[in-house]
């Protein structure tokens, strides 16, 4: 089911034949077509899309299941695992590289993809790669939501669990705990998967999604949990590690503030001014990223070598997005003066940066009949990027405070949002890495920076080299 959507292939190839004439009633009732997992145990139905709770009359399913846990104990698997051991071993041994002479592990722990899940796997790496953000999750306390009679049971993915019985925060930490520990050269996300199905209904499925979209679904539900004081920590106590975070100028979401807002929380100030009468409006509103157009002089140029006129920076599509504009008919701004919609314009200034600066780049546009990719290269620094120019009040800020380095990059290939494929570049101790799904490569500095990128991580320089991190 997992691998490659081998299962949703042959579930696809089964319907061809039935598309051409009417089905009969007893012919719709055994198009069912359900795969097990031979770890889990798990029962799946692609028609109904969703996990199967009940058996047959017979019990066939669970005679599957048993079936399935004595060949698991039968010698003929046995010598399976011996031979799939020596196949992963000379895996990791072949990860092996040469750094300032001496030979290193590479470490790093790819992630299966479950079908179309390339979206989940790139910002799922991206946050692992984010040293503030993922070391927070990482020393939370572990939590065991199976009691009473199940404790310590296998249990199976069903709707009989309930949507109670679920952690985002819990999986979440889980996964990055799996990652960049070196035991494994990849990580099947299966349980993450699985309460994100439960959680945020948009990304049930196996359709290609928005990784843009996912990664905000993500942390605007782990904001969200954290603050009601799941994962067997307290809500005050939550508060209080985020507040010691961000002593100063926090950003809240939602009326508090959470390890997601104080570490990718800045604050944008959104002036509206009336062309009528003058009068000037000014609101304040928290931001986990910014999502910026790249300008339209430069969306027909399709690569990096083309010559016909300059070439587009990020510093453009910050500057289109921070300057001056008129709002158009479709926008007119309620002057509270003149007690009707105006004409007016609009400025956004950034009131206050956050730790690590998340960039959307706004491939995807909507035309009258379908969403269209802008594949235009847009040159990013890789060091020193500089937000100060940027700020409402530049003259408050040190002189090294507004400096970001890039630590990660998603990139989506292919003309569709509901197509293509995503695979994520990440800054880990020093070195660049590529990670796409289960495979990870070691990369360069030159390889990532002509990477057309969709979603750029920046982190922000520490003033001093002993300051304190998060």
């Known amino acids: 089911r997992y691998v490659n959507g081998h299962a949703k292939k042959h579930y696809e190839d089964a319907q061809i034949p039935m598309t051409n004439h009417k089905k009969t009633e007893k012919q719709e009732k055994v198009q069912h077509t359900v795969c097990m997992d031979c770890s889990s145990y798990s029962t799946y139905c692609y028609r109904c899309d969703d996990f199967v709770v009940n058996d047959t009359k017979l019990g066939l399913v669970q005679k ?49 993809n479950l079908g179309n899940t390339c979206f989940m796997n790139a910002i799922l790496q991206s946050l692992s790669n984010i040293q503030q953000f993922c070391c927070y999750f990482k020393e939370l306390p572990a939590v065991e939501l199976r009691n009473g009679k199940t404790a310590g049971r296998r249990t199976y993915h069903t709707r009989s669990q309930g949507d109670n019985n679920v952690s985002l925060v819990e999986e979440f930490r889980k996964t990055l705990c799996a990652l960049w520990q070196g035991s494994q050269t990849a990580f099947s996300p299966e349980s993450l998967f699985y309460v994100v199905w439960k959680i945020m209904p948009n990304f049930r499925g196996y359709q290609q999604q928005d990784a843009h979209e996912f ?45 997601v ?34 300008p339209s002089q430069f969306r027909n ?44 314009t609009k400025k956004f200034w950034i009131q206050k940066l956050p730790k690590v600066l998340c960039l959307h780049l706004k491939r995807f546009h909507w035309t009258a009949y379908l969403r269209n990719k802008v594949d235009t290269y847009v040159e990013f620094p890789l060091r020193g990027l500089d937000m100060k120019c940027y700020l409402l009040e530049p003259e408050n800020s040190g002189p090294e405070s507004c400096l970001y380095d890039l630590v990660a990059v998603v990139v989506h290939h292919g003309s569709g949002v509901g197509s293509g494929h995503y695979t994520a570049y990440a800054a880990h101790e020093g070195r660049w890495f590529h990670f796409n799904d289960s495979t990870v490569t070691l990369t360069d500095e030159e390889t990532v920076g002509k990477a057309k990128a969709y979603i750029l991580f920046y982190v922000e320089r520490q003033a001093k080299p002993g300051a304190e991190k998060l």
């Open 301 to 344: 140029k399709r690569t990096k070598n083309q010559e016909n006129g300059p070439m587009c920076t990020l510093r453009d599509c910050l500057r289109s997005f921070t300057d001056l504009e008129e709002l158009d008919e479709t926008e007119l701004y309620m002057c509270h003066k003149c007690k009707k919609k105006q004409k007016s």
């Open 261 to 294: 807002t104080a570490i990718f929380g800045g604050i944008l100030q959104n002036e509206v001014n009336c062309l009528i009468c003058g009068t000037e409006s000014r609101k304040f509103d928290p931001f986990l990223d910014l999502s910026l157009d790249i």
């Open 215 to 259: 990664m905000r679904y993500l942390l605007d539900h782990l904001h969200l949990e954290l603050q009601g004081g799941f994962n067997g920590v307290s809500r005050s106590v939550i508060l209080q590690e985020s507040s010691n975070l961000s002593a100063s100028n926090k950003c809240c979401i939602n009326g508090a503030s959470t390890v």
């Open 64 to 112: 599957v299941r048993e079936h399935l846990q004595n060949l698991e104990n039968s010698a003929f698997t046995s010598d399976r695992h011996r031979k799939r051991k020596l196949l992963e071993n000379s895996s990791l041994t072949s990860k092996l590289l040469k750094v300032n002479g001496s030979t290193t592990a590479l470490c790093a722990t790819g992630l299966r």
